[in-house]
């Protein structure tokens, strides 16, 4: 029953809201916000409603598209009120239930159509800049350009490496930087994404390179955290120190 709590935690928020000062779908607007208004001097009780309201609302505005505000607040006055309801339980999860696996076939189709845009974009990208001047291109693809060369040891794929890095979307999007952190991150090198393991095994110590890590050797149709499926990847990155595992 988890997806169903999910959804009437969402509604009890907009319900919240409607209590205290949120606007119809009926164009009720004004009376509704001259109900109740909300200030430091308010009595606590009255805090509290918009507090909740707010903040849940704030967490869980996406999970219902399209919500009719009116059929939504009766609903919730006859469940608050003790009222019997116009639908059986089992009625109300099998209507949250289909609404909740519409709502997910929907996203599935929004991802796929932007994996495959980004594909596309990504192909483009690559092949015009595998052509730029002190870009090379390994066999499986990675893209990499030396900023510094290196002098120090080259590390092995099961060796710990520190180092200071920026992650990019195509569009520029910083999406993860340890130089925003103020700090180096340290890990095994066969733990991350394909392209980095391969990648700063072409790099020693003091090096910077630049990488263009196609989405296969990236997140891939998953994506990430920040990342859209299928998303080519620009990482600069300083290999600092290598230690071995």
Do not use: H
Not at 206 to 216: A, N, Q, T, V
């Amino acid at each position: 029953m988890k997806k169903i709590t999910t959804l009437t935690i969402s509604a009890l928020a907009s319900a919240m809201l409607l209590t205290t000062g949120c606007s119809t779908n009926n164009g009720n607007k004004e009376s509704a916000a001259k109900s109740v208004a909300v200030t430091e001097q308010s009595p606590a009780v009255e805090k509290v409603g918009y507090s909740l309201g707010f903040m849940m609302a704030e967490g869980n505005k996406e999970a219902v598209q399209d919500l009719n505000l009116d059929t939504f607040e009766k609903g919730f006055r006859d469940g608050y009120e003790g009222k019997e309801s116009a639908l059986t339980q089992e009625q109300m999860e099998e209507v949250l239930m289909a609404y909740q696996k519409e709502q997910e076939e929907k996203m599935v189709k929004d991802m796929q159509a932007k994996g495959g845009e980004n594909q596309t974009k990504g192909a483009a990208f690559l092949a015009e800049n595998g052509k730029k001047a002190g870009v090379q291109t390994t066999a499986s693809g990675l893209q990499y350009k030396m900023i510094t060369a290196g002098t120090g040891k080259t590390p092995k794929a099961t060796d710990v490496v520190e180092v200071n890095y920026e992650g990019k979307l195509l569009d520029g999007t910083v999406f993860d930087s340890s130089y925003e952190r103020g700090e180096p991150i340290e890990f095994p090198l066969n733990q991350v994404i394909p392209g980095w393991t391969e990648g700063l095994q072409l790099m020693k110590e003091g090096g910077k390179y630049e990488f263009y890590i196609p989405s296969d050797l990236a997140y891939g149709e998953a994506g990430n955290q920040g990342i859209d499926p299928n998303s080519t990847l620009i990482f600069t990155v300083e290999l600092l120190k290598v230690k071995a595992k």
